[in-house]
């Protein structure tokens, strides 16, 4: 009675924690009694954040007119220290093509990874960014994508120095640029570093949805745990627009409703994402 085994806990030989493992509180405990103080990770990602647009001002400004607050820039930097990158906001930059490729290229010759921008990847008038990341060499990988929201999603990649970098050019609508940090940054990076960032499950729907387009939707949902049905629920958080800051600040997941699928059924179990 009241005797630990030898090995009941691990076997020699056997790893303790695997390569490309989060080291959470609850690893902390195993590590101490392997006698780890100190263990090696990979350094946080350092990620560069610029926004883009004519319309923004900063967070302390009332805005006049047709100005509105630059709420990506702010909303995208805390997602980043969420997941534990090295966020280092470039500010915004208004839509003169000289003043924005000058400031390209200063984000693109720093010690940053990954870029990250906001705004300017459409099909607008002052919609530069595309032309400014081609005549910087950026190697586009692909541009829109058959989703929404944030369709105008770029992507491709800057060789030019030793360490090549990730540039991701999110749409500039709030919801959208939130969508493509979940949906293109995190599974990029979970694919280089092995690892799960992102919180998926699956949930009751208790409401229909109808669903006008064939792309991909993530509707901005509000899930919780029901006792009696014993599984997680699940509904939309109002308005569906990508504008509406005040859906996307009650929702708590993204829920996924793939090409195929015209419409989701009250009682339909849907693929989730925690938010």
């Not at 900063?58 to 007119?65: F, L």
């Not at 003043?99 to 990874?113: C, G, M, P």
């Not at 990508?242 to 009682?267: F, H, P, T, Y």
């Amino acid at each position: 009675m009241n005797i630990r085994k030898l090995g009941e806990n691990i076997r020699k030989g056997e790893p303790a924690i695997q390569k490309n493992t989060i080291i959470s509180a609850h690893k902390i405990s195993l590590l101490a009694a392997c006698g780890k103080s100190s263990v090696k990770v990979y350094k946080p990602l350092k990620v560069g954040v610029l926004s883009t647009g004519d319309e923004l001002v900063d967070v302390r400004e009332i805005p006049t007119g047709d100005k509105i607050r630059a709420t990506n820039l702010y909303s995208i930097l805390a997602l980043l220290k969420k997941y534990h990158f090295e966020p280092v906001s470039f500010g915004f930059v208004n839509d003169d093509r000289d003043k924005t490729l000058q400031k390209i290229k200063e984000v693109l010759n720093s010690d940053i990874e990954i870029l990250l921008t906001t705004g300017g990847v459409s099909v607008g008038k002052y919609d530069y960014l595309k032309e400014i990341f081609q005549e910087l060499e950026v190697d586009k990988k692909f541009w829109r994508a058959f989703i929404k929201p944030g369709k105008p999603i770029y992507f491709g990649t800057y060789e030019k120095k030793e360490k090549p970098k990730l540039v991701f050019g999110l749409a500039g609508n709030p919801v959208s640029s939130f969508v493509n940090f979940y949906v293109y940054l995190l599974p990029a990076v979970e694919g280089k570093y092995e690892v799960e960032l992102t919180e998926k499950f699956a949930a009751k729907l208790q409401t229909s949805i109808k669903k006008k387009d064939a792309k991909r939707h993530f509707i901005r949902g509000v899930f919780e745990y029901n006792a009696e049905e014993n599984c997680f629920v699940v509904k939309p958080a109002g308005s569906q627009s990508s504008g509406n800051m005040v859906g996307l600040s009650s929702a708590n997941c993204l829920m996924i409703c793939e090409e195929k699928k015209r419409d989701l059924q009250e009682g339909e179990i849907v693929k989730c994402i925690r938010i």
